[in-house]
């Protein structure tokens, strides 16, 4: 690949995504520890679980105005129609499972009977706690997480293998200085 003409996603693009992807690491793990925290201290650390999902939630929407109005950058012209689709389903299914796991936790929060503590306003819930609907919510939202921790997983492996197997710039892309 030649030093030149390495298109590369804008700058706040690039942030957002780094932004968000550090997020979701971070609350994945923080999720999983959240049943070893003792009672007395674990709703509020669920709250704050909860705050970080909404925050994820609208750097997505950003990220995603943001996308529409600065397409990606073209794929490397080595990359076949098929392997072209399979890149835009794999982001599409990255997208989607970013927006599923904080509506699903929010949403099972709500049905749980909880609200939201923003600290400097809360938003109470305006259901009574119902297992019927948080039950499977929560489900929801934990077999979304563990999706999306292994499509982080593959989507990484892929970069990489484009990085150094293929060695066909992909990874530039997300340079502020391209190649």
Do not use: C, W
């Not at 259901?127 to 999306?148: M, Y």
């Not at 292994?150 to 710039?169: E, P, S, T």
């Amino acid at each position: 690949m030649t030093q030149t003409s390495v298109e590369t996603y804008t700058k706040p693009q690039i942030g957002l995504h780094n932004l968000m992807a550090l997020l979701l690491i971070g609350l994945y793990l923080f999720g999983l520890s959240l049943d070893s925290f003792d009672k007395s201290v674990r709703g509020t650390y669920v709250n704050f679980h909860a705050l970080g999902g909404v925050l994820v939630f609208v750097l997505l929407v950003l990220r995603l105005a943001l996308r529409a109005k600065n397409p990606p950058p073209a794929l490397p012209a080595s990359m076949g129609p098929t392997f072209v689709k399979f890149a835009h389903l794999g982001h599409y299914a990255l997208y989607a499972l970013v927006a599923i796991i904080p509506l699903s936790g929010i949403s099972m929060r709500l049905f749980a009977g909880h609200g939201l503590d923003f600290y400097l306003f809360q938003i109470n819930s305006p259901f009574e706690a119902n297992k019927a609907i948080s039950g499977p919510l929560h489900e929801v939202h934990e077999v979304a997480a563990n999706l999306l921790a292994l499509l982080v997983v593959g989507h990484i492996l892929v970069a990489l293998y484009h990085q150094f197997v293929l060695r066909d710039g992909l990874l530039y892309r997300l340079s502020p200085r391209g190649k």
